[in-house]
């Protein structure tokens, strides 16, 4: 499962996102996993991370029959949750950040999933340390949505099985 980030910060291209496709393109081609979940936010028609991590997957060499979409990624809960109960998945990789891993592992444990974490490169300098920061306050949304709230997806919707098109 790719975690979906935005391609650009104004003009430049987005480390964050860069690095997560370098290490899915990683795995798939050193056979780790044979097919790519990607999911991210598509809440606007000017907004589509899935499909436009797709379609750089797809440039760098991963078959789009390989390449499974999640348009309803809108917060890490919602991809891990989904992965499982939309896409059949008990078992799987979470290919981002280490931050943002560490967030996606404990919500798919606390969900009862097997997950691990594969970490693409992190982001140093002013952009990296803004994420960290943001970070520690997604972390006790997680605790608090896992614990307190029991929180669940925006959407679920018809189960998708990965591999069986």
């Known amino acids: ?3 979906g980030t935005s391609k650009f910060v104004g003009e430049r291209i987005n480390l964050f996102y860069q690095y997560r496709l370098d290490a899915a393109v990683e795995l798939y081609q050193s056979q780790k996993i044979d097919y790519v979940l990607v999911t991210g936010d598509n809440s606007t028609v000017q907004y589509d991370e899935p499909t436009t991590m797709r379609n750089d997957l797809v440039q760098r060499g991963i078959p789009e029959d390989h390449i499974v979409l999640d348009y309803a990624g809108f917060r890490t809960l919602d991809s891990v949750v989904r992965a499982n ?3 059949g998945q008990e078992a799987f990789t979470v290919i981002s950040q280490k931050f943002h891993n560490e967030r996606a592992v404990y919500l798919a444990r606390a969900h009862g999933l097997d997950a691990i974490g594969f ?3 992190d982001v ?3 952009g990296g340390m803004r994420v960290l920061l943001r970070e520690q306050f997604a972390r006790l949304a997680a605790i608090l949505d896992v614990k307190v709230l029991n929180t669940q997806p925006k959407f679920l919707g018809e189960p ?3 591999g069986k098109r």
Request: no cysteine.
């Open 119 to 121: 970490n693409a490169q």
């Open 124 to 126: 140093g300098g002013y």
């Open 1 to 3: 499962m790719l975690l």
């Open 85 to 87: 109960r939309v896409f």
């Open 160 to 162: 998708i099985q990965i």
